[in-house]
Structure formats: C-alpha cells, structure tokens
C-alpha cells in the first residue's frame, strides 16, 4: 500500500464537506493498494483510523472498500476522507490504514501503513 499524498495536512472542515457542524478538521487523500503476487484478489476491509502521536488517542476512524475488487498485478485507489473535532487534535497526528483482503487462491492477505498527518497553522 501506499499513500498520495505521504503527508496529509488537517484543515478547517469547510460547511461543504461538515455541514453545520463546527469546530472540525477534516483530511483528504488517497491510498493505492497494488497487487504484487500476478493474483487477483477481493478487498475485504480497509480501516483508517486517526491517532494522535503524544498518546496513540484514537479520534476518528472510517471503513472504505469492502468487496472492491483487484486484478492480478492491477491496482486500486481508495479515497481517504475522514472529519473529526478540532479540540481532539494536535500538532502531529497519524492515519493508521489496515488493509484485509483475500486472494483468489484462497490466501488471507493483510497490510498495515501510517500516513503522517500535520495540522494546519492557518
């Protein structure tokens, strides 16, 4: 797996994307998982969760791309948006990304990946 972009910037949630929630920072990227193996496989899960690195506080978490299928040595991207309150952030965050999948030969096939994430000082 990997990220687009490596490092995310947390931003003011504009009220397009949070409605009339306030007080919230969102983050907007990608992460392509590519097939290696000349095996094609089904995406059974890929969990994103946001950590806060001075204690490992999760304060957001999301699920993307359950039964999202990969051709063999084919490639997929699966968007990574996620919101969550400005008061449970600090300067330096994490996604952690999880992915679970099985291969059409049956094999289990997982993968774990951090995006670093900065907020934003504007």
Do not use: W, Y
């Not at 969760?49 to 991207?77: C, H, M, P």
Request: proline content about 3%.
């Amino acid at each position: 797996m990997s990220a687009t972009p490596a490092t995310i910037v947390a931003v003011v949630c504009p009220p397009a994307h949070c409605g009339s929630l306030t007080g919230q920072l969102e983050v907007i990227g990608g992460v392509t998982i590519r097939e290696s193996g000349g095996v094609a496989g089904v995406v059974n899960r890929v969990g994103f969760t946001v950590r806060r690195r001075s204690d490992n506080a999760a304060i957001a978490a999301n699920e993307e791309a359950a039964g999202t299928r990969i051709a063999a040595n084919g490639s997929v991207t699966v968007p990574v948006m996620m919101h969550f309150d400005e008061a449970l952030a600090e300067s330096n965050m994490k996604i952690v990304v999880s992915l679970d999948a099985r291969d059409d030969n049956g094999h289990q096939i997982t993968s774990t990946t951090e995006i670093e994430v900065l907020r934003s000082t504007s």
